[in-house]
């Protein structure tokens, strides 16, 4: 009777063992698809904003294709193509929604961080115009100093010399006769050291700030921005497959965009809104993009953007 007892309880036990083993095999699969499903899905750049832009892309859509089916309305008199999906506003041409400053911004060229600012339709002549002197500043400072940087190379590395030589003089105990070769003092080794630093800092400043500025000149006479220029790139390609040939709406010729960008009217106007410093506002509101009389255009068609 005791052995029954004992076998029964031994059955029970082992039950009760084999029900939370299988409990605890199902926990530690429902953890381990959890891991893998946060490891997966996981993004440090996602925050609540992401979270909530991503809800709202429904209603950007119907936004979206709601304006083009009923057109778009004009909203104080502002001309429009299109209605941003962010501000939920008529957009004009050439306006882009800029996700740093949170506004759209009339014919955007790019955020700027070291301006903390959009480069747009009113500062864009400004922005060139300081990568441009700032380009030239720094050339003449590499060019007219390059005699003292060679000068304070020169001087390092004969200071690196002596340095050397005092070492083989003070590790030798055996010579007392000669006395160490004079060594540069603290301000002498810091002023070559400045003018080194300083030449190679204007010279990377120069082929930087060069190539950007060369980046926006091209731009410039091909009457584009930053953003235009990959949006015609693509619309170049399209077009090109289809036979046809695609022509820029707001190009007016290499002259002519040199002379709406920096508002030149008169060969005066050369010198003194481009050479020298001038507070003449853009042409034309940015809202509308039509040639002014003093640029000869010969465009007929052209294809909007």
Known sequence: MRNIRRLFLRCLRLGHRRKWTKVNLLTDYVRYCRLCLVSL????FTDSDV?????FEPVY?????VTRWFGIQAQKHVPSVSVCRKCIAPKPARTHHCSICNRCILKMDHHCPWLNNCVGHYNHR???SFCLFMTM???YCSISSRVMFRDAYAAIEKFKHQEKERLKFAGNETIYSQTPPPTFTFRERV???????LWVLCSSVALALGAL???HAMLITRGETS???HINKKERKRLLAMGKVFYNPYSYGRGGNWRLFFGVQTKLHWISRVLLPSSHSAYGDGLTWKPPSWIPTKQTSVLAI
């Open 41 to 44: 899905a996981y993004n440090s």
């Open 51 to 55: 979270v909530i832009e991503s809800l």
């Open 61 to 65: 859509w119907l936004v979206d294709h």
């Open 126 to 128: 400004y922005f060139f």
């Open 137 to 139: 500043g720094c050339i």
């Open 191 to 197: 002023f070559h050291k400045c003018i080194i630093y």
């Open 213 to 215: 500025t060369l980046w």
């Open 227 to 229: 953003i235009e220029r």
